[in-house]
Structure formats: structure tokens, C-alpha cells
């Protein structure tokens, strides 16, 4: 009795357990061997357990570097404060502020919406359109905001596939008006004007909701129909590849063009007409392929649920559905009208959501042609490195708290007199993730700390001589499978914020261009499907109910599938883009160039 209550008292105090036992478990590190190396190596273990543990939140986490490094002599808190908050850092508050314009707007579930209409309403039409739709946005959205918004709207549709393929035939006969109603009414939500859907309609599709709910015992949120795993899936899948199109659909390449930065200079730093070049075709090939995979699992899905409903069928139902003239329309008209509703909901395009449009599609094109190979862009305009793009970024951002929130007229704004604006402070004070800020910080200080520390040139040693006489395509591939393996088990910005210094020394130790390592690892780290916490988008799928088994036998393939194609790109298209194959200047002390040889 003692012992369990004693079990217990440990369990509940698991997190205060861990925060004071870790330190203590670590201390002989840096008591035996009192280097800077291993006063940073204490400092990193402390948080990748408190990290994995979540024993302090993660903001708390971050802010570790910010007391211990100085206390401990490893860094300065000039230096320290530096990392904490770095251009490119400015550049994130950036993006991410921009995607709350969009959220506020519902922008991004105009697109969806839309885009899941012309696509079609039958469920390979409906992956299909999920996997554009996703893999278009998060190219210029960070993929946080996308998924969150789509997994509910995936849910829906995977509810009204699941009603459909699963109802036995003769729950059929009792719809056939309803269904009518739909047909007759086709066109009523096409212009997205809510005020134009008949009441029978309205009521056609609460019945058909109340039938199809009707009986199944309530919906258990860690319990997913198979067709409503393999769309949400779908939806993280779509949003994980696209991101990494482009330096904004994601942290991770804003992450590794800071440390390019901090590391070789300004001149080292990723364009994004060359990250589009490399990472658009790669996108749109894991995606063809994730397609396939996915529409592989939803026909074997269909097959068995089709097989069970003909089983469960009576011989007066089967006779019904014989004639052929139901099946066809049946099985796509709920969840079509499931989706016109929604869309009627956001009515017709709204002021904000217009000037919305204009300003990215604006940002689009000024990051393009920043500063092309093949013509100068804007940035030669000012004088070199004073500019980046933090500063279109910032000014963007900017905007959105002056431009108003509906068409400006005469009258008066609101009731307190004050201009209501596309974004306003409190709202995007509440919704940044200023965790994720703090987290980052805090690994770009440990990073740092790993180069000057001395632990980055013993392992440039070893990297000298154990791999100088390997082929650079038996590195790339080695180190693109450790660190999606890393990934699946510690996550992404954590894993790369530790590797980026070890891969600075693996690129001096084999004399190859430091993007030929830096690149493949970018996209590897991003591009893992297996487990919750390989990063946000999955943890955010496994808590909307999706089981972590189907997760785990769903992404693995995924897995393999993109880091082939993650190795085939980068040994062919790579070197046509980066140039892989000679050493720039801005990676040599000389500031001289090389060939690999």
C-alpha cells in the first residue's frame, strides 16, 4: 500500500523529479573533464532531456543557454544575446505574422474550400485535390497554421466518405429526396452567398447528418474511420512536402540560412529563386508518389469497406441499388454538399481578403527577384548587405496593421471610433508562437557554443579521417537516413540546430561545398512521417484521434519513398542549381575556389 502510494506520488511529480535529478545525473561531465566542450555537452543534454521529457515547457527549455553559458564561461551575454535574436529570427516574426493575416482572413479556407469543389467530390478526387491544395499553400504558409485549419475540415469529409461506403444499401432508399433536393439546388452556393441556400436543403442535409449519426454510439476522438485517417493524413503529408518548395513554407531552411549566415557570412546565404529551382521539382515528385501510395491505401480501404456493405445488405436493398442509377450519384452528393455549405458560409470575398491576395502575391514576387543569377534584382538597387529579406518581410507585416479591415467609407469605423485594421496587436500577440521564438533561440546559442567550444574541430578530426576518401553521394545518403532517424525520435528543429555546426566540419574535413551537405540535410530533417514528434504537424494529426500504429505503418514508406528522391535530386538537379561541385569562396579561408575532386 505504501509502495503504490509512494509509485504515485512519483508519478504525479514526474516532471519536478526530472528537473532537479537530470543536472545532477549529467554534473560529472563538466566536474571531470572542465573544458568548454564539456560544459556545452552538459548544457545540451539537459535539454534535449527536459526537451524530450517536457518536464519544462519549451520556451522555459530555450531560455536555459540564456542563464547557464555566461555562468559557466561559454559565452559572453553580449554574444548570447546575439543569437537569441538574429535577423533571421526577425524574419520568422515576420512570416509567421503575415500567416496570421491569412488566418484572420479565412484566406486559406477560401482556397481549400474552393479547390476541394473543383476537384471533385469522389474520394480519389478528393485526395487528389487535398494533396494540391495542401502542398500549393504551405509553400507560402507556414504549415502549423494550414494543418491546424484543414485536419477539422478533413474530418468532416472523411465522416461523409465513411457514412457512404459503410451505410448498408437499404438506409439508402430513405435519402433519395433529400439527394434530389441537392441536384435541384446545384448551383445555389457556387458564388459562396450563404443567404441563397433553401431551407429544404438545409433540412435535407440535417437529415441525412442525424441518419448517418444516427446509432453509431457518439464519435470517440481517438477513434478515426480508416477513410478519415488516410485524409488526415493526407492533409500532413501535403502540408510536410510543400513546405519545403520554398525558404517561407517552413522554419527549417529559415533556420539553416541563419546559421549560414553566422557561420560563413552573407554571401553563403540560400536565394529563394534558388531554393524554388531545387525545391518545386522535388516537391511536385514526393508528391505524385505520396498520391500513389495513399490512393493504393484508400482502394484497398474502399474494397473491404464495399465488401462488408454488401454482406450487411438485405436482398430488397440489393435489388434497390441493382438498377445502377443510384450508385453513381449517391456515394459523392452528401460530402459535395457537405463542402458547399462550408464554402457558403464564408460568403462572397471580402475587402480584407482581397488585399490580402494583392500583398502576398506582391511579397511572392519581390522575393523572387531579389538578386537572380541571370539578371539583377531589386537588392542591387541599395548598397550590399544591407538589405535581406527581413526587410520586405517586416515591411509586409507592417502593412497589415495599416490597411483597414473592410472597404474604407465615410461612416464611422466601430462604435469606439478607432479603425479596425487587417491585423491588430492583441490578436497576434495571443496567436505567434513566442515558445517557438524562445526554443529556437536558445538552439541557435548552442549552436554557436558547439563551434567555440572546440567540440566542432575534434570532430572535423575524425570526419578527416575516417571519411576524406568516401564518395560524397555514400556521405549524403548515410547522413540523410541518420538524421531522418534522429528526427523521427528527438525532432526537427532540435536535430538541425545541433547538426548544422557537425556539417560545417564534415564539409572542411572532405574540402566539398558546405550546401551539399547542408541541403539534403534540410529537406531530410523535414521530410520524416513516422512519429508525433518528428514535428508539429504530426503531433497535431495523433491529437486530433489519428492512432499512432497507422501513423507509424503509413509514414515509413513515406519515408523511404522521399529520401530517394531526396538523394536522386540532389546528385543530379543539385549540382545544375548549387554548383555543388565546386567550393565557393565564401567556405574557404583564402577566399579562394576549389573543385571537389
Known amino acids: 500500500m505504501v509502495q503504490n502510494r509512494a509509485f504515485r506520488l512519483l508519478l504525479v511529480n514526474r516532471g519536478l523529479l526530472i528537473t532537479f535529478v537530470t543536472p545532477l545525473v549529467f554534473a560529472p561531465i563538466p566536474i571531470v573533464y572542465q573544458t568548454s566542450a564539456s560544459k556545452c555537452l ?30 559557466l564561461g ?43 469543389l473543383i476537384f471533385g467530390s469522389s474520394p480519389y478526387g478528393i485526395l487528389f485535390g487535398v494533396f494540391v491544395i495542401s502542398g500549393f499553400l504551405s509553400m507560402w504558409l507556414p504549415n502549423m497554421a494550414l494543418v491546424s485549419m484543414m485536419l477539422p475540415i478533413g474530418e468532416a469529409l472523411g465522416e461523409e466518405l465513411d457514412k457512404q461506403y459503410s451505410r448498408p444499401v437499404g438506409d439508402m432508399k430513405t435519402e433519395t429526396e433529400e439527394l434530389r433536393v441537392l441536384k435541384a439546388n446545384e448551383d445555389i452556393v457556387e458564388n459562396g452567398n450563404a443567404v441563397n441556400v433553401p431551407k429544404n436543403l438545409v433540412a435535407a442535409e440535417d437529415k441525412v447528418e442525424k441518419d448517418g449519426t444516427e446509432g453509431r454510439g457518439g464519435n470517440d476522438v481517438r477513434k478515426k474511420s480508416a477513410l478519415t485517417t488516410i485524409l488526415l493524413l493526407t492533409i500532413v503529408y501535403g502540408n510536410t512536402i510543400g513546405g519545403t518548395a520554398t525558404l517561407i513554407g517552413t522554419l527549417l531552411p529559415i533556420l539553416a540560412n541563419a546559421q549560414l549566415l553566422r557561420f560563413y557570412g552573407p554571401r553563403s546565404v540560400i ?4 531554393w524554388i529551382q531545387f525545391g518545386f521539382p522535388l516537391q511536385l515528385a514526393s508528391l505524385l508518389c505520396a498520391y500513389v501510395w495513399m490512393a493504393f491505401l484508400m482502394t484497398r480501404t474502399l474494397k473491404t469497406m464495399r465488401t462488408a456493405k454488401r454482406n450487411s445488405s438485405t436482398v430488397e436493398s440489393a435489388a434497390y441499388q441493382g438498377n445502377g442509377s443510384y450508385k453513381s450519384t449517391h456515394e459523392s452528393d452528401n460530402v459535395r454538399l457537405a463542402i458547399k455549405r462550408e464554402y457558403a458560409k464564408l460568403g462572397g470575398l471580402k475587402w480584407s481578403e482581397a488585399v490580402t491576395i494583392i500583398l502576398i502575391l506582391a511579397y511572392i514576387l519581390l522575393l523572387f527577384f531579389a538578386d537572380l543569377k541571370f539578371m539583377k534584382g531589386w537588392k542591387s538597387l541599395f548598397p550590399k548587405g544591407y538589405t535581406s529579406n527581413t526587410c520586405i518581410t517586416s515591411g509586409l507585416a507592417i502593412l497589415f496593421f495599416i490597411i483597414p479591415l473592410e472597404r474604407p467609407n465615410c461612416r464611422t469605423p466601430s462604435d469606439t471610433g478607432k479603425l479596425k485594421t487587417v491585423l491588430e496587436w492583441d490578436y497576434v500577440s495571443r496567436k505567434l508562437p513566442w515558445g517557438l521564438l524562445l526554443i529556437t533561440g536558445g538552439y541557435f546559442a548552442l549552436a554557436e557554443a558547439i563551434q567555440d567550444s572546440g567540440i566542432s574541430g575534434s570532430i572535423e578530426e575524425y570526419f578527416r579521417y575516417y571519411f576524406a576518401d568516401q564518395e560524397s553521394w555514400v556521405i549524403v545518403l548515410a547522413l540523410t537516413v541518420v538524421l531522418a532517424a534522429m528526427t523521427e525520435l ?11 555546426p557537425i556539417l560545417a566540419s564534415l564539409a572542411r574535413a572532405t574540402s566539398t561545398n558546405p550546401l551539399f551537405y547542408v541541403i539534403p540535410s534540410v529537406f531530410a530533417v523535414n521530410l520524416t512521417f513516422m512519429l508525433p514528434i518528428s514535428g508539429v504537424p504530426f503531433m497535431l494529426v495523433y491529437t486530433a484521434g489519428v492512432k499512432l500504429g497507422d501513423i507509424v505503418k503509413t509514414g515509413w514508406v513515406m519515408n523511404i519513398i522521399c529520401l530517394f528522391l531526396l538523394n536522386l535530386f540532389v546528385n543530379t538537379f543539385g549540382y545544375i542549381i548549387f554548383d555543388f561541385g565546386t567550393v565557393p569562396s565564401w567556405a574557404l579561408p583564402d577566399n579562394s575556389t576549389a573543385s571537389i575532386p
Do not use: C
Open 42 to 71: 552538459y548544457i545540451f543534454l539537459i535539454m534535449l532531456v527536459y526537451t524530450l521529457s517536457e518536464a519544462l515547457p519549451l520556451a522555459i527549455v530555450g531560455l536555459l543557454p540564456s542563464m547557464a553559458f555566461p555562468l
Open 74 to 116: 561559454i559565452m559572453d551575454a553580449a554574444t548570447l544575446g546575439e543569437a537569441y535574436f538574429s535577423d533571421q529570427l526577425l524574419f520568422m516574426i515576420g512570416v509567421l505574422t503575415i500567416a496570421k493575416a491569412v488566418e484572420r482572413t479565412d484566406l486559406h479556407k477560401r482556397i481549400v474550400l474552393r479547390g476541394l
Open 271 to 274: 536565394e529563394f529563386d534558388l
Open 490 to 500: 528527438i525532432g526537427n528543429i532540435p536535430v538541425w540546430m545541433v547538426t548544422f
